[in-house]
C-alpha cells in the first residue's frame, strides 16, 4: 500500500546525484500556472507548454530615451492624484527618518509596544482627578527617559544607513549623455541609460550587456555578493549588439526597446526580448550583468540599464529581514502579561477590600468627608483605578529598554573580542543583529553549510602516487621529518604560483632530472586534461578553473615546471620544461556526474594521437588495461590518501591509432549531431574510447578544513549541540568533510536514504495498522528507531529528502492531475491522497525524531531552499533553538530561517553575512561565540531579569501592605519622587552592570568545560518557575519591609518624645530599607566584582541619600512648596537609632535567609558551574601550566576504514564553451593579424577601438 | 611597519575593558565565610536585641482610655454630646516615681489620617504664608475649600479635623489639686516650625485672614489658636503644627506636652493625679478611641519590645542555621572532582 505510494511519483529512486533544483522553481510556478490555468483551460485539453509570450512582458526599457519612462503609461499611483514613474531610479534608500518624520515616526514606532502604550494610558489615567493616585510626573519621567534613551540608539543606527547609502549612492560610474560617456553618480542612473563599466567596477544596477573588450562581448564577473560563488561567470552580449555597438557613437544611436519580465528577485532567471531595427532578439540571464557584481578580468564593457534602485535582482532579494525574537524575549513577554493579570487581580482585591472599608468605616468618619456622594461600589471602583496607578510599577517600565541597553553592550563585546578577530582579513567579528545574544546560550542545533564553512574552498595538491610511488608526505615513514620541514623551493621555476606549498622535495628533483618518464607523463597529463581557461594578468598566469580541484592540478603541474599557458578551440599550449610545445586537441570528452571523469584526445607535434584521461577510482579501475601496471600500489595509496581524507583522482592515458581514431572521430561527429538523446549517444561514444587504459598514478588534493574546525565541532558536540551539516556538494565530498571534521567516526553506523525511507515506512505502517483511538491517545512513539547499540549517523541527499518528507509531491501530483483532466478527488482519502496533512506532518515528526537520535547529520546535494526546511523542521517539531552558519548566498535562506543566523565573511562575499545575525571570519569563532558571550548573555540575562522582577516586587508590593492600614484608599508607602526615581536612579545601575560585565567563570574555563553550556540549552536559569521565585522573594521582601518598621516604631515614640510614627517617616525608612535591600541583594548576585560594580552599587546608594536630602531640605519646599513635601522628613528619622537599628533589622532579614538558602543548595546540589567556580583557581593554574608547557597536539586523525574517495568537480567545465570556441575565436579581426589566443584578445582589441 | 599598522584598522582594542578582562574579585559563598560569618552576625544581633529588651523594660507607660465607651467611665456623659463643650475628669495612681522627662500623648484608634483622600487634602502653598493661596486655595483641600464662596484658611480636610480636646493634669496632695506645670513649647518638628510651615508676614496675624474663614469644625480662627502666648498662633501654632504631621497607621499618638517644670522635671512622683479633660472631639461614631499617654523615654525612644524581640529571634535564628549549614557541609563536603 503505501509501496505504492513511493513510488506514485513516477521515479523509482531519487537521483543522489543532482540538486533537485527543480523543486526551487517548480514552487511558485506551480502556484502561479495553476491559478492561471484555472479559467481559460477546458477541462482535459492538452495543456501547451507556458511560455511567456512577449506581449505579456509589462517592462519595457527605451535605450537612451530618458523621458520614454516618464509617460504616462508607465506611472504608478503613489497618493491619491500624486503620479509616480514606475520605474526606480537607481538611488537606494535603507533609512527610516530624515529630519522632518523623524519624532512623529519614532513615536509612533516606539508606541507599538505593547509596554510604551500601557504607560501612556497610565499617563492619562493619572491626569484623571478622580482616580489619580500619583502625580503625572512618577510615570511621565520615566517614560521620557525610555523614550528617549530608543530614540536615541534609532537615531544613531539610522544615521549610519544614512551614512552608507550616501556613499553607495555616489559612487561614480561613466553613463552614456548627450552622445557621450560622462562620469555620473551611481543614483542619477536612470533605466534606459547606456553605462559603461571598467574592470573591477561594481556594476550599479541590472545592466544588459551590449558589448565588451573581449571577444565575442564575453565579459568575466565575479558574483560573489550576489550567490556566494567566487569562481569567475562569464557573460556575453549578444552578437548583434556585439557587432554593431563597440563605439561611443554606436552607443549613443542605440535606440532598442527591451521587453522583459517585471523586477522580481530571481536570481537564476530572466527573459525578455529586445526590439531593435524592426527585429526581435531574445534575451535570457546570459546577457545580464546584475547590481552586486564585479566586472572582472574584463578591460571595460557597455550596458544598458534595466532595473535600477529598488528594483534590481539583489535588492528584490534583500527583502524584509525577518523580525527574529528570543525565546526569552517571548517569555518575558508572558512574564509581563502574567504580571498584569496579577495586577488586575490584586487591584480588584483591593478595590473589593476598600467597599467594604467604606461601608464599615469611612463612611462614618466624618473627618474623611469628601464633599463627593459616591456610594461604596463607586468608590471601590475608582480605588481600582487607583491602585492599577499605584502598583503600576510592578510591570516594570524600564525592562525592556535595559534588556535593550543590556544586548547592545553584549554585541559590543562581541563587535570587540580580539580573539574573534580575524587578523589576516581585517575582520573583526560582528553582531549585526543587537536583540538576540542571550539566544547565543541556548543553541541546540547547529546547521552548518560546508564549503567556505567548514572548508575554506580551498583545494591543494597534497600528495599524489606515481607508478607506485607516493611523494608528499613530510615524513618518512619512520615519522622523521624530512628536509627538516621546509616547504619546496620554486624558485628555479619562472612561472611558479608562489603560494603553492609542496613538503616533498624529491618529487621535485625527480621531475627536474626528467629521468622519470612517468612522472613527466603525468605532469603533462595534469597540464593538458583540464578544462581550465587561462588569462594574463601583468605576466601572472591567472587560471580561471570550473571547479577548485581543477585549478588546483593545474596549478601543481604549472609548479612541477608543466606551466599551461593558453588554449585555442582546438589547440593546448603548455611549456614543458622550459620548452613550449603546442598540442592539437582532437577532442574534449567532459565531465559529468555520471560519467564522473574527463578525457583529452590530443595530437602530440610528432604526430601521436594519445588519450589522456582524469577520473573517479571507481570508473578508472574499471576501463584499465589488464597490462596496466602499478594497479595495487596505487589502490593501497589511495586508500591511504581516502584516510587522510583527501580528494583523490586516477590519472591514465592511452595511445590510439590514427586509424582508430578515425573511426571512432566519425562516430563522435554523427553523435554530435544526433537530434534526439544527443547526451547519451555522446556518453556511449565516449565509453567507447575510454577503455584499455593505462594507469599512471593519482593525485591527492585535500579539501583545506578551516583551522580549528575538529576542535570546534568536538567542543560543540561536548556542549550537547548537534551540528549537522547541509551542503550542496555531493554525497561521498560531504560524507569525507564529515569523517575529516570528525563528524562522523568510525564507530558510527551510517544510515543512508532507502534506509531511512524504509525504516520510516515501516514506523508509518506499524501507525496506520494501530486502530485510530489508540493512536491520538499515545502521542508519539518511544521506541528508538536505532535499535542496535552504538552510534549513528545520517548522510541524506536532497533527493531523497523530498522522498522522504512527501515535500512538493503533492503539488506536482495535484498539478499532473488536473492537466490530466481534473478527476473528482478519490473516495477513499487514505488510498489514493495519501498525503494529506497529518500523514505528512506525522512522517516528519518521525523524521526529526530519527535524526535527532543520531550523532551527526549529514544532508548533502541539499537546494538553498531544502536547507530552510530542514531548519525549520527541527524548529518546528523539536522546539529546539536552533543556529545556522554559512557563508554563501544558498546559504542565506537557511540563515534566516533559523533562530539564529551567523555569516561568515570568508571568501564567498557578503550576502550570508548580509542576511546573518553575526558575522565573523571563521567557523571556529563559533565556539567562543556560543560558549562564551552566548554563555555570559544567557547567564547575564537571566540573572538580570530575575532581579529585576524581584527589585520591582519588592518594590512595588510594600504599597499592597500598607492598604490593609490606610483603608485600601490607594496610598502609597514611599515619597512621589521615590517612586519617580527608583527604577531610574536608585537601583538601575548596578544591575545594568550586571547584565554587562557579569562572568560566573572566566572566557577560558567556559571553553574549558563545555558542560557548563548545558543550563541554557535547558533554559533553566529563566522560567515560569524562576519567575515565581523572584515573585516569592518579592513578597517576601516586601513583606519585611513594611511590618518590621510596623513593629518595631510605629506604636511607640522617638528618643526625644516626638512621635516618629509619622507617614513621612515611615516612608524615609521603607525606602531606606528597599534601597539597602535591593543593592546589597544585587551584590550578592554579583558574581564578578570588578571597581565599576563597586562603584555602582555604592553610588547608588550615596545618590539615594544625596536625593532625598536634597528633596527633604527646607530650601527646595521654599522654591516648590507643593511639589516637595517631606521636608525635614528625612534628617529627623535617619537620626534616630531606632529607626537605623530597625532598617539593619531588616535588611538582614531579607539578605540572610537568601545566603543561607544559597549556600545550602550549592552544597546539596552544586551544578557544574558552581563546581567550576569553586575549584577555579586550581583549573586557572592548571591552564596556565598547560599554555606554557606545550601547544596543544596536533588534531590525530587516526582512522583506519576505507572510504570513497572520489571527489570531483560538480559542475561541468567550460568544456562547451571551449568546444564552441566562443571565446577563443577570434572576433572578426584586420585581416593579416595573426592567429592568437585568449591572452592576446585584449590588447588587440584596445589597438582596435 | 606603517603598513601593517594601517591594514589592521578593524582590530579592536585591546584593553581589559573590551576584552572583558577587567581586574575582579570573585567572592563566592564558601563555607569558610558563611558559617562564621553567620555565627557573628547572630551573637552581634542577639547582643543588640538583649540591649534593646532590656532597655525597654526599663521604660514606664501609662495609658489612659478617655473615649467614655463603658458607663462607668467619667467621661460617658461626654461621649454621645457632639459639638457641645463638655468636660471630664479622669483619676489615676502612679505607684512609683514616673522618671522624667515625662512625655504627654493624646492617642487616636480606628482613625485613618493616612487615608489617601484626607492625606492629601492640604494647600501647602497657602501654610507657607503666600496670601494668594489664602484668596485661592487650592483645589486639593475640596470639599474644605470655600465655605460660602468664602475660601477657608487653612484649607483641607487635615487642618478641619484638628484635633481640639484640651487636658489640664493636676496631682492631688492632701486633697489640694496641685497643677502639674505642662510645657508646650517645641513639641512640634524643628523643620515644621521653622520652615516648612510659616505664618503671612503680615500684622498683625489676623489681618492677613481678613476675607477668609475659619474650618467648618473650628470653634475660633487659625489666629486665635492660642489665646496666652501669641507667637503660637496661625499656622506656627505647636498643636497645629503636630496635628498636620499626618499619621503613618490608623492607631497613633501625638505628643501633646512635655512635663519638665517645676517640681515635676525629675518626673511624676507616686500619688493620685486628676486629670481634667475638656471633650470636644467626637470620635465614636466611627469607633474611634480617645487616650491619653504618659510615658519617658531612653536613647532608643519609647517602650517597645518587638525590636528587642526579633534581634533575639534573628539572632538565635543565624547560630542555629550556621549550625544547620555545618552539618549539612560536613555531610556535603565537596568532592574535589571535575
Known amino acids: ?1249 | 611597519m606603517v603598513k601593517e599598522v594601517k591594514e589592521l584598522v578593524n582590530r579592536p582594542d585591546n584593553t581589559a575593558y573590551t576584552q572583558q578582562r577587567l581586574p575582579a574579585w570573585q567572592p563566592m559563598l564558601s563555607a569558610g565565610i558563611v558559617i562564621p560569618g553567620f555565627v557573628s552576625i547572630g551573637l552581634v544581633f542577639i547582643g543588640i536585641g538583649v540591649a534593646l529588651f532590656v532597655t525597654s523594660q526599663s521604660i514606664q507607660v501609662l495609658e489612659i482610655d478617655y473615649t467614655g465607651v463603658e458607663q462607668s467611665s467619667p467621661c460617658f456623659k461626654c461621649s454621645d454630646q457632639t459639638g457641645k463643650k463638655c468636660d471630664c475628669v479622669m483619676n489615676f495612681d502612679i505607684d512609683s516615681l514616673f522618671k522624667g522627662p515625662v512625655f504627654f500623648y493624646y492617642g487616636l484608634s480606628n482613625y485613618f489620617q493616612n487615608q489617601r483622600k484626607y492625606s492629601v487634602s492640604i494647600d501647602y502653598n497657602q501654610l507657607t504664608g503666600d496670601l494668594d493661596y489664602f484668596t485661592n486655595p487650592d483645589d486639593a483641600c475640596f470639599p474644605f475649600q470655600n465655605d460660602r464662596n468664602k475660601p477657608i484658611v487653612p484649607c483641607g480636610a487635615i487642618a478641619n479635623s484638628m484635633f481640639n480636646d484640651t487636658f489640664q493634669l493636676f496631682q492631688l496632695v492632701n486633697g489640694q489639686k496641685k497643677e502639674v506645670p505642662l510645657d508646650g513649647k517645641g513639641i512640634a518638628w524643628w523643620t515644621d516650625y521653622n520652615t516648612k510651615y510659616r505664618n503671612p508676614s503680615v500684622t498683625p496675624l489676623r489681618n492677613a485672614f481678613n476675607g477668609t474663614v475659619k474650618p467648618p469644625s473650628w470653634p475660633q480662627a487659625a489666629y486665635e489658636l492660642d489665646t496666652e502666648d501669641t507667637s503660637n498662633n496661625g499656622f506656627i501654632n505647636q498643636d497645629f503644627l503636630v496635628w498636620m504631621r499626618t499619621a503613618a497607621l490608623p492607631d497613633f499618638r501625638k505628643l501633646y506636652r512635655r512635663i519638665t517644670e517645676g517640681d515635676y522635671a525629675s518626673g511624676l512622683p507616686a500619688g493620685n493625679y486628676s486629670l481634667e479633660i475638656v471633650y470636644n472631639y467626637p470620635v465614636l461614631s466611627f469607633d474611634g478611641r480617645k487616650k491619653v499617654v504618659f510615658s519617658n523615654v531612653s536613647w532608643m525612644g519609647g517602650k517597645n519590645e518587638f525590636l528587642g524581640i526579633a534581634y533575639l529571634v534573628i539572632g538565635s535564628l543565624c547560630v542555629l542555621m550556621s549550625i544547620v549549614m555545618l552539618i549539612v557541609y560536613a555531610k556535603f563536603k565537596f568532592p574535589e572532582e571535575d
Open chain 1, 1 to 1249: 500500500m503505501s509501496r505504492r505510494r513511493v513510488n506514485s511519483s513516477g521515479s523509482l529512486h531519487p537521483d543522489d546525484e543532482v540538486m533537485p533544483y527543480s523543486d526551487d522553481e517548480t514552487d511558485d510556478e506551480l502556484d502561479a500556472s495553476s491559478e492561471e490555468e484555472e479559467p481559460e483551460a477546458p477541462p482535459g485539453a492538452p495543456q501547451p507548454p507556458v511560455e511567456v509570450k512577449p506581449s505579456e512582458m509589462g517592462w519595457k526599457v527605451k535605450a537612451n530615451d530618458r523621458p520614454y519612462h516618464h509617460l504616462p503609461e508607465f506611472q504608478k499611483k503613489v497618493f491619491l492624484c500624486f503620479k509616480k514613474s514606475r520605474y526606480s531610479g537607481n538611488a537606494i534608500k535603507t533609512y527610516k527618518y530624515n529630519v522632518l518624520t523623524f519624532i512623529p515616526l519614532n513615536l509612533y514606532e516606539q508606541f507599538k509596544r505593547v509596554a510604551n502604550l500601557y504607560f501612556l494610558a497610565l499617563l492619562i489615567l493619572q491626569i484623571i482627578p478622580d482616580i489619580s493616585t500619583l502625580p503625572w510626573y512618577t510615570t511621565l519621567i520615566p517614560l521620557v527617559v525610555v523614550l528617549g534613551v530608543t530614540a536615541i540608539k534609532d537615531l544613531v543606527d539610522d544615521l549610519a544607513r544614512h551614512k552608507m547609502d550616501k556613499e553607495i549612492n555616489n559612487r561614480k560610474c561613466e553613463v552614456l549623455l548627450d552622445g557621450r560617456f560622462q562620469e555620473s553618480k551611481w543614483r542619477d542612473i536612470q533605466v534606459g541609460d547606456v553605462v559603461h563599466l571598467r574592470k573591477n567596477d561594481f556594476i550599479p544596477a541590472d545592466i544588459l550587456l551590449l558589448s565588451s573588450s573581449d571577444p565575442n562581448s564575453l565579459c568575466y564577473v565575479e558574483t560573489a555578493e550576489l550567490d556566494g560563488e567566487t569562481n569567475l561567470k562569464f557573460k556575453m552580449g549578444l552578437r548583434v549588439t556585439d557587432e554593431r555597438l563597440q563605439h561611443e557613437r554606436q552607443l549613443a544611436e542605440f535606440n532598442a526597446l527591451i521587453e522583459c519580465e517585471e523586477p522580481n528577485n530571481r536570481l537564476d532567471k530572466f527573459v525578455g526580448t529586445m526590439l531593435w531595427d524592426r527585429e526581435r532578439y531574445p534575451l535570457d540571464l546570459d546577457n545580464m550583468l546584475l547590481r552586486g557584481c564585479k566586472i572582472r578580468n574584463t578591460e571595460h564593457c557597455h550596458g544598458l540599464v534595466i532595473f535600477a534602485g529598488a528594483d534590481t535582482k539583489i535588492m528584490k532579494n534583500s527583502g524584509k529581514t525577518r523580525f527574529k525574537r528570543t525565546k526569552i524575549d517571548e517569555l518575558m513577554n508572558y512574564m509581563v502579561y502574567t504580571i498584569f493579570v496579577l495586577l488586575i487581580l490584586v487591584a480588584a482585591g483591593l478595590a473589593i477590600g476598600h467597599t467594604f472599608w467604606y461601608e464599615e468605616i469611612g463612611s462614618k468618619a466624618w473627618y474623611l468627608f469628601d464633599g463627593k456622594n459616591h456610594n461604596s461600589s463607586y468608590r471601590g471602583f475608582l480605588s481600582f483605578w487607583g491602585y492599577i496607578i499605584v502598583l503600576n510599577t510592578m510591570v516594570p517600565i524600564s525592562l525592556y529598554v535595559s534588556v535593550e541597553v543590556i544586548r547592545l553592550g553584549q554585541s559590543k563585546f562581541i563587535n570587540w573580542d580580539l580573539q574573534m578577530y580575524y587578523a589576516e582579513k581585517d575582520t573583526p567579528a560582528k553582531a549585526r543583529t543587537t536583540t538576540l545574544n542571550e539566544q547565543l546560550g541556548q543553541i541546540e542545533y547547529i546547521f552548518s553549510d560546508k564549503t567556505g564553512t567548514l572548508t575554506q574552498n580551498i583545494m591543494q595538491f597534497k600528495k599524489c602516487t606515481i607508478a607506485g610511488r607516493t611523494y608528499g608526505d613530510p615524513t618518512t615513514a619512520e615519522g622523521v621529518t624530512l628536509d627538516r620541514g621546509r616547504p619546496v623551493d620554486w624558485s628555479w621555476n619562472q612561472q611558479a604560483d608562489k603560494k603553492f606549498d609542496f613538503m616533498d622535495h624529491s618529487l621535485v628533483s625527480c621531475v627536474r632530472s626528467k629521468k622519470d618518464k612517468d612522472v613527466s607523463e603525468f605532469f603533462k597529463l595534469l597540464s593538458l586534461c583540464h578544462t581550465v581557461m587561462v588569462d594574463n594578468k601583468d605576466g601572472e598566469l591567472v587560471y580561471q578553473a570550473a571547479s577548485p580541484d581543477e585549478g588546483a592540478l593545474v596549478t601543481a603541474a604549472r609548479n612541477f615546471g608543466y606551466v599551461f599557458l593558453s588554449r585555442t578551440q582546438d589547440t593546448i599550449t603548455i611549456n614543458e620544461m622550459d620548452q613550449e610545445s603546442t598540442y592539437e586537441m582532437l577532442a574534449l570528452l567532459d565531465f559529468n556526474s555520471d560519467r564522473k571523469r574527463m578525457s583529452i584526445i590530443l595530437k602530440f607535434p610528432d604526430g601521436r594521437i594519445r588519450l589522456y584521461c582524469k577520473g573517479a577510482d571507481t570508473v578508472i579501475y574499471e576501463r584499465l588495461s589488464p597490462d596496466s601496471r602499478h594497479k595495487e600500489t596505487t589502490q593501497a595509496a589511495l586508500d591511504i590518501f581516502a584516510n587522510a581524507t583527501l580528494r583523490t583522482l586516477c590519472l591514465c592515458y592511452k595511445d590510439i591509432s590514427a586509424a582508430e581514431y578515425d573511426a571512432w572521430s566519425r562516430k563522435h561527429k554523427e553523435a554530435q549531431v544526433s537530434m534526439s538523446e544527443r547526451d547519451v549517444a555522446l556518453d556511449r561514444v565516449y565509453e567507447q574510447i575510454e577503455s584499455n587504459l593505462l594507469l599512471i598514478g593519482a593525485t591527492a588534493i585535500e579539501d583545506k578544513l578551516q583551522d580549528g574546525v575538529p576542535e570546534t565541532i568536538a567542543k560543540l558536540a561536548k556542549a550537547d549541540i548537534k551540528i549537522w551539516v547541509l551542503t550542496g556538494d555531493k554525497k561521498e565530498t560531504a560524507e569525507n568533510i564529515g569523517y575529516s571534521c570528525s563528524l562522523l567516526t568510525d564507530d558510527m553506523a551510517i544510515h543512508y536514504g532507502e534506509d531511512v525511507n524504509e525504516k520510516l515506512r515501516i514506523r508509518q505502517t506499524h501507525r496506520r495498522n494501530e486502530p485510530q483511538s489508540l493512536n491520538r491517545r499515545r502521542k508519539r512513539p518511544t521506541e528508538p528507531f536505532f535499535n542496535m547499540p552504538g552510534k549513528n549517523a545520517l548522510v541524506i541527499t536532497g533527493g531523497w529528502l523530498n522522498e522522504i518528507l512527501y515535500e512538493k509531491k503533492k503539488k506536482r501530483r495535484r498539478l499532473r492531475l488536473r492537466r490530466l483532466g481534473r478527476r473528482p478527488p478519490p473516495a477513499i482519502p487514505q488510498d489514493s491522497q495519501p498525503m494529506d496533512d497529518l500523514e505528512k506532518e506525522l512522517r516528519q515528526i518521525d523524521f526529526v525524531d530519527m535524526a535527532c537520535e543520531c550523532e551527526a547529520v549529514i544532508c548533502c546535494r541539499v537546494t538553498p531552499k531544502q536547507k530552510a526546511n530542514v531548519v525549520s523542521l527541527v524548529k518546528k517539531y523539536k522546539k529546539a533553538v536552533t543556529l545556522s552558519i554559512g557563508d554563501g548566498a544558498n546559504d542565506v535562506n537557511m540563515i534566516k530561517t533559523a533562530d539564529i543566523g551567523v555569516g561568515l565573511s570568508g571568501q564567498e562575499g557578503m550576502q550570508a553575512v548580509m542576511s546573518s545575525d553575526y558575522a565573523f571570519a571563521q567557523f571556529r569563532f563559533l565556539q567562543r561565540l556560543l560558549l562564551v558571550h552566548g554563555r555570559w548573555s544567557y547567564i547575564r540575562m537571566c540573572k538580570f531579569l530575575r532581579y529585576f522582577f524581584f527589585k520591582n516586587f519588592a518594590f512595588t508590593l510594600v504599597h499592597f501592605w500598607y492598604s490593609f492600614f490606610s483603608g485600601y484608599s490607594s496610598q502609597i508607602a514611599y515619597e512621589n519622587w521615590f517612586i519617580t526615581l527608583y527604577n531610574l536612579c536608585y537601583s538601575s545601575l548596578p544591575v545594568l552592570l550586571v547584565g554587562l560585565l557579569d562572568q560566573d567563570v572566566n572566557d577560558k574555563l567556559s571553553l574549558k568545560f563545555p558542560k557548563l553550556y548545558l543550563p541554557g540549552q535547558k533554559g533553566a536559569l529563566f522560567n515560569y518557575r524562576n519567575f515565581f521565585i523572584s515573585l516569592f522573594h518579592g513578597i517576601f521582601v516586601s513583606l519585611i519591609i513594611f511590618f518590621i518598621p510596623y513593629g518595631a516604631f510605629l506604636q511607640t515614640m522617638g528618643q526625644d518624645g516626638e512621635a516618629p510614627s509619622d507617614y513621612q517617616s515611615l516612608a524615609v525608612v521603607t525606602a531606606s530599607t528597599l534601597i539597602f535591600t535591593v543593592n546589597l541583594q544585587i551584590s550578592l548576585d554579583t558574581s564578578y566584582w570588578t571597581f565599576v560594580n563597586c562603584f555602582a552599587v555604592l553610588g547608588s546608594i550615596a545618590i539615594y541619600f544625596g536625593i532625598v536630602f536634597d528633596i527633604h531640605s527646607a530650601g527646595i519646599h521654599v522654591i516648590f512648596p507643593s511639589v516637595f513635601t517631606f521636608t525635614g522628613a528625612a534628617s529627623n528619622a535617619l537620626r534616630q537609632p531606632y529607626l537605623w537599628l530597625t532598617i539593619i533589622l531588616s535588611v538582614g532579614i531579607s539578605l540572610l535567609p537568601v545566603i543561607c538558602i544559597q549556600f545550602l543548595h550549592k552544597t546539596i546540589w552544586p551544578s557544574v558551574g558552581d563546581k567550576v567556580h569553586r575549584n577555579r583557581k586550581k583549573y586557572e593554574m592548571e591552564m596556565e601550566e598547560e599554555e606554557r608547557k606545550t601547544k596543544p597536539p596536533t588534531f590525530d586523525r587516526g582512522r583506519r576504514s576505507r572510504r570513497s574517495a572520489y571527489a570531483f568537480s560538480h559542475s561541468r567545465g567550460y568544456a562547451d564553451l571551449i568546444a564552441s570556441g566562443r571565446s577563443i575565436r577570434r572576433r572578426p579581426t584586420p585581416v593579416g593579424a595573426p592567429p592568437g589566443s585568449i591572452r592576446e584578445a585584449p590588447q588587440r582589441e584596445a589597438e582596435n577601438i
